[in-house]
């Protein structure tokens, strides 16, 4: 992304094109170093959530996810656990991918992944403290690419190797087309479909598979709605919770709010295992009942186990 960066950069300098200071846009603090207050970051998930556009600032070449939707990965840590939820998994590290979720507006989702009930939330890469790393997103899957089944998290599926490949060597570019796949067979729909290519590794514009996969996610209506789609990140080395740009711990408010007691826990743990201390804050989710309905985002002074 650091190219895409400094290109969209370099553009507003010639005049090319208006850019605003990565924070400007959010109502948060525009000191980056300093953690953001609890109601702060519920402003700017809220405005990330209904930025619906098909790029970042209107510039071709830099994909949405930098400026606008929400980044999330569910966490499961059992009671007498000790690893960090933040850090890659065993299998990620071997996989050299980490698979998130994308929501925003249009990208609705009423059930998170595997019925999970919490975890955590990344700043976008153009608003996040300016001593965070900028991950490497690799690809968009509009709804779970079961990646652990195929040859890469990215790469094919050996029962249907040449539609499934990345999008763009099978031959998909649009929607539609992408569409046209799923709809092919009722049958091994998720190992079928083939991802969006995001990475800036491929030298291809990167912006418009992007939007192409959160257009396929919304033709897939109720199907989509109620399952998650899936967004791979390039694996990132073990205990990096000073530089990682960890947003928030969250958990799906309402009902028996079962995900609180662990978002805390992930809370505390974060923030002993910073040093200078990194304080983020639980917030609720609460998602959208209806595909046309709207998520929301909720901050409580009691649900934190840690002050800020």
């Known amino acids: 992304m650091k190219r895409i960066i400094l290109t969209l950069f370099v553009a507003s300098a010639l ?25 702060e970051v519920v402003t700017l998930l809220t405005t990330l959530y209904n930025r619906v556009d098909p790029n970042c600032k209107n510039f071709p070449t830099a994909p949405a996810f930098l400026c606008s939707g929400i980044v999330l990965r569910v966490t499961d840590k059992k009671p007498g656990e000790t690893h960090h939820v933040w ?43 300016h001593d965070k790393v900028d991950l490497d997103f690799l690809c968009s899957f509009p709804i779970d690419g079961w990646t652990w089944n195929r040859t890469t998290p990215c790469g094919a599926h050996a029962s249907f190797p040449s539609q499934s490949q990345r999008c763009r060597s099978a031959g998909v570019t649009t929607a539609e087309q992408w569409k046209a796949v799923w709809d092919s067979s009722p049958t091994n729909q998720h190992i079928r479909q083939c991802g969006f290519d995001v990475s800036e590794a491929t030298g291809k514009p990167a912006a418009d598979a992007f939007y192409q996969s959160v257009r396929a996610r919304g ?17 990132w080395s073990q ?24 978002a805390r826990n992930n809370q505390k743990d974060f923030y002993d295992s910073t040093n200078p201390r990194i304080w983020v804050p639980v917030i609720r989710l609460i998602p959208s009942s209806l595909r046309s309905g709207n998520a929301s985002f909720q901050y409580a002074a009691s649900d934190q186990l840690v002050s800020p």
């Open 15 to 39: 005049g090319c094109v208006h850019v605003d200071s990565p924070t400007q846009d959010f109502t948060a603090s525009s000191a980056s170093q300093v953690a953001m207050t609890g109601p």
């Open 87 to 129: 850090n890659p998994s065993d299998t990620s590290v071997r996989n050299d991918g980490v698979s998130f979720s994308y929501i925003r507006k249009d990208a609705n989702v009423g059930r998170l992944a595997w019925g999970k009930n919490n975890g955590y939330m990344l700043y976008p890469i153009f608003g996040a403290p």
């Open 219 to 235: 033709m897939l209506g109720a199907t989509g709605f109620n399952e998650q789609n899936e967004i791979v990140i390039k694996t």
């Open 239 to 262: 205990n990096m919770q000073q530089t990682l740009p960890l947003m928030a711990f969250f958990y799906i408010f309402g009902g028996n709010n079962d995900g609180l007691e662990e």
